[in-house]
T-cell receptor, first 116, second 114 residues
Framework: NAGVMQNPRHLVRRRGQEARLRCSPM?????VYWYRQLPEEGLKFMVY????????ESGMPKERFSAEFPKEGPSILRIQQVVRGDSAAYFC??????????????FGPGTRLLVL | AQSVAQPEDQVNVAEGNPLTVKCTYS??????LFWYVQYPNRGLQFLLK??????LVKGSYGFEAEFNKSQTSFHLKKPSALVSDSALYFC????????????FGGGTRLMVKP
């Protein structure tokens, strides 16, 4: 009964490169959420996806960031032309189909992005 | 807009003593409240949640939390702390029928000393 899987666990990029973060939800979960955690801070919501649909991207920066959850395969958070301020831990969470938000979100181990 | 406050950056307690980690929230609508724990370089582990019903919620590892609507609080408690409880604790809220995103507090570091 695998939990939420994220890879890579650690990612180092130079300024201007692209970062791709992957998330495989728990078995039976169809909803994926991405959060960002800056050092010594709480998590901030970025985007909420279902298969082939972005439901809520109100927390996503307007430029350089995109997310997808294709019909097959993991969800991808993509950051283009990374800058030092993108250095953070990025967490993925998943939940079953929700009913008014009662379902618990279960988190993966995170990807720690360091931009040099 | 919804928000969560964890007024203490750090809580220190001796092993065997009771612990409380405070959380207050502000929402428009019915709140769903959650506690998560984060160990160093790890993801968040779910501890417990309040959805409806009994105000006292029991969760994993002996933790419990009490929902207090009048004080808009959801403090995390444990009768007897263990050194292994030392970690970062996050309170989070979601509002019924207002999106699925969790809004997190800033976190409280719990230090349990032997």
């Amino acid at each position: 009964n695998a939990g939420v899987m994220q890879n890579p666990r650690h990612l180092v990029r130079r300024r201007g490169q692209e970062a791709r973060l992957r998330c495989s939800p728990m078995k039976g979960h169809s909803h994926v959420y991405w959060y960002r955690q800056l050092p010594e801070e709480g998590l901030k919501f970025m985007v909420y996806l279902q298969k082939e649909n972005i439901i809520d991207e109100s927390g996503m920066p307007k430029e350089r960031f995109s997310a997808e959850f294709p019909k097959e395969g993991p969800s991808i958070l993509r950051i283009q032309q990374v800058v030092r301020g993108d250095s953070a831990a990025y967490f993925c969470a998943s939940s079953p189909a929700t009913s008014g938000g009662r379902k618990t979100q279960y988190f993966g181990p995170g990807t720690r992005l360091l931009v040099l | 807009a919804q928000s969560v406050a964890q007024p203490e950056d750090q809580v220190n307690v001796a092993e065997g003593n009771p612990l409380t980690v405070k959380c207050t929230y502000s929402v428009s609508g019915n709140p769903y409240l959650f506690w998560y724990v984060q160990y160093p370089n790890r993801g968040l582990q779910f501890l417990l949640k309040y959805i409806t019903g009994d105000n006292l919620v029991k969760g994993s590892y002996g933790f419990e939390a009490e929902f207090n609507k009048s004080q808009t609080s959801f403090h995390l408690k444990k009768p007897s702390a263990l050194v292994s409880d030392s970690a970062l604790y996050f309170c989070a809220v979601r509002v019924d029928n207002a999106g699925n995103m969790l809004t997190f507090g800033g976190g409280t570091r719990l230090m349990v000393k032997p």
